[in-house]
Nanobody, 128 residues
């Protein structure tokens, strides 16, 4: 069992930045992939970015490339999402997820299909 705890959400104006954190605990040995997803009210969940733990390979949805950066601190079992130049339409709940394999969709976004562990989410609000 893996427990994921997100933090770092908040309110920011358009163009601003936030850094989200996801701390993993428990039996993380087989959770080689960690990713970030977001969901706005009334909209489908969408993948934002994911990273292979240890190897460090990263993948981003086309919509966030060049603005968001996913990174890891293996010593702390923590994955970060640095979000710059935020847009109002990027408001929503941001979730961290973990699983054995990263699968990327054609638009570069992570697929949730292999990610079996999910956090409770952290709210991001971007005002115009």
């Amino acid at each position: 069992q893996v427990t994921l705890v997100e933090s770092g959400g908040g309110s920011v104006q358009a163009g601003g930045s936030l850094r989200l954190s996801c701390a993993a605990s428990g039996y993380t040995y087989n959770s080689k992939c960690m990713g970030w997803f977001r969901q706005a009210p009334g909209k489908e969940r969408e993948g934002v970015a994911h990273i292979y733990i240890g190897g460090g390979s990263t993948y981003y949805a086309d919509s966030v490339k060049g603005r968001f950066t996913i990174s890891q601190d293996n010593a702390k079992n923590t994955v970060y999402l640095q979000m710059n130049s935020l847009k109002p339409e990027e408001s929503g709940m941001y979730y961290c997820a973990a699983g054995p394999l990263c699968i990327t969709r054609s638009n570069g976004a992570p697929s949730p299909s292999t990610l079996r562990y999910w956090g409770q989410g952290t709210q991001v609000t971007v005002s115009s």
